[in-house]
């Protein structure tokens, strides 16, 4: 059984381990061919090996597999989804594998980080979320020490500012407020979202937050904060208003 279980590792890695090649308009990945045929193979043969209770390496593999999508999906049309449909399923199977096979929660947590933040199609967004059962405590201390450290280093912005080029700002923005919603504070939140007030828009999203919270007074005041911003930093969109 174990030497049966080295061979589909084997092949799987084969198959996955693809290069493009372009024909025509279209983009064709060359990897998939020896043993296995298409990438649904691949994730087909690797859920079949979680099935067998190799979850272990099920983690190496679609991790390994995930960076080879992430590859061919930057040389391929993908507009019907097919490879980001596969990337969905890879990412389900990893998190099943984590599961069961219980790795090391702090390293698994720095992987996982330093893939949302350096990442460019969004494997993994939501981790700190969707990988709470498997980080416990240890894991997410260390998520949220590194988030935090990041975060750090993102510039405030205010009125009519603009935001030089960071490709960080969004997954980490997008983490701290996930840091956020847990912890069941208003404030928390309210004060990652104001690290950028560069537009009308950036206050009326605490607005928003505010107003879910039952808190419209403060809501209000922060609407009108935004109304006001637009207005002394030249903005022209003025029909964005509060949710009735």
């Avoid at 391929?76 to 490879?83: E, N």
């Avoid at 790795?103 to 996982?112: I, T």
């Avoid at 960080?168 to 840091?179: A, D, G, H, N, V």
């Avoid at 039952?214 to 911003?229: I, K, N, P, Q, Y």
Wanted: proline share 2%; hydrophobic share 35%.
């Amino acid at each position: 059984m174990a030497k049966r279980t080295d061979i589909t590792e084997a092949a799987i890695r084969r198959a996955a381990d693809g290069k493009s090649y372009r024909r025509g308009d279209d983009y064709f990945r060359r990897g998939m061919v020896s043993s296995l045929q298409t990438e649904r193979e691949v994730v087909d043969s690797i859920a079949e090996l979680l099935d067998s209770g190799h979850a272990a390496e099920v983690v190496e593999l679609t991790e390994h597999a995930l960076h080879r999508c992430e590859q061919a999906l930057g040389q391929m049309d993908d507009s019907a989804g097919d490879m980001g449909s596969t990337l969905e399923r890879l990412q389900e199977l990893h998190h099943a594998a984590c599961v069961k096979a219980k790795p090391d929660p702090k390293a698994l947590a720095r992987r996982l980080i330093h893939w949302e933040i350096e990442g460019e199609w969004d494997t993994f967004r939501g981790s700190v979320d969707t990988y709470a059962d498997v980080f416990g405590e240890q894991g997410l201390a260390v998520y949220r020490a590194l988030a935090e450290e990041i975060w750090k280093q993102m510039p405030q912005l205010g009125p009519g500012d603009r935001c030089s080029f960071d490709g960080r700002r969004y997954p980490i923005t997008s983490i701290m407020e996930s840091l956020a919603r847990s912890s069941g504070d208003v404030e928390q939140l309210v004060a990652v979202k104001a690290r950028d007030l560069s537009s009308g828009w950036r206050y009326l999203q605490i607005a928003e937050t505010y107003r879910q919270a039952s808190l419209a007074d403060t809501a209000l005041e922060w609407a009108e904060r935004g109304v006001v911003a637009q207005t002394h930093h030249g903005a022209t969109n003025t029909s964005s208003r509060l949710p009735a």
